[in-house]
């Protein structure tokens, strides 16, 4: 099955609680990126760990009764707030043993509905990583890594020589696939956002 297609549906599906493997694919889509946000945000691996695991729980538990309300925002913006509610939570929990969480992340976080620079880098990066799978299965492997070597700033003519070709072919690789890349994250992300307010 196209994978497109699975996660154009994912969060339709997800409301199936007799679809496991829905919320399976949910979890695993969604999960790097919330523990990644809290990292991001100064909580250390283990506690980021648990601001994900209960995140899930909750999404699990409130996902198939979840109203879409447009006032509200997109879904990725319900997830934010979910997320930072938290985070927020967890650590306003009596008897919590100390921890290195700057105090200034948590009134941040406390704080309004303003933007979140570090949830909006932390979603771009999201649907990049999401959109790199399917690139790396759908391309030949060469005009992966030649894609893979530019990304990791390699020179053009240095990319070239290593792979026997000119530097037009990879300029032509490099365009092809940024603008492949360009399609699938903003088909994830309109359908996200269609299937958000679909439910």
């Known amino acids: 099955m196209d994978q497109n297609l699975t996660r154009r549906s994912l969060l339709a599906r997800v409301r199936d609680a007799a ?19 809290a990292r991001a945000r100064g909580l ?5 760990d648990d601001v994900c695991q209960s ?3 909750k999404l699990f538990r409130s996902i198939r009764s979840f109203e879409y309300d447009a006032s509200r925002g997109r879904f990725r913006a319900y997830l934010h707030r979910m ?8 650590f306003a929990r009596p008897n919590r043993p100390a921890t290195s969480v700057d105090e200034g992340v ?23 990583r999401l959109a790199m799978q399917t690139i ?33 072919a990879v300029h032509k690789i490099k365009q092809r696939v940024r603008d492949r890349m360009k399609e699938l994250i903003a088909r994830q992300v309109a359908e996200e956002d269609d299937h958000a307010a679909a439910t």
């Not at 997320?83 to 967890?90: F, S, T």
């Open 19 to 37: 679809d496991l493997a829905a919320w399976n694919e949910f979890e695993a889509t969604y999960r790097e990126l919330i523990t990644r946000y």
């Open 44 to 48: 250390q691996p283990a506690d980021a």
């Open 55 to 57: 995140v899930l729980l």
């Open 83 to 90: 997320v930072k509610n938290e985070i927020v939570d967890q």
């Open 106 to 128: 948590l009134h941040t976080l406390a704080g309004g509905e303003e933007r979140d620079a570090i949830w909006e880098r932390e979603w771009e990066n999201h649907h990049f």
């Open 136 to 168: 790396r299965r759908t391309f030949e492997a060469q005009s992966v890594e030649i894609f893979d070597r530019l990304l990791a700033g390699e020179p053009v003519d240095a990319v070239a020589t290593a792979f026997a070709t000119t530097s037009q």
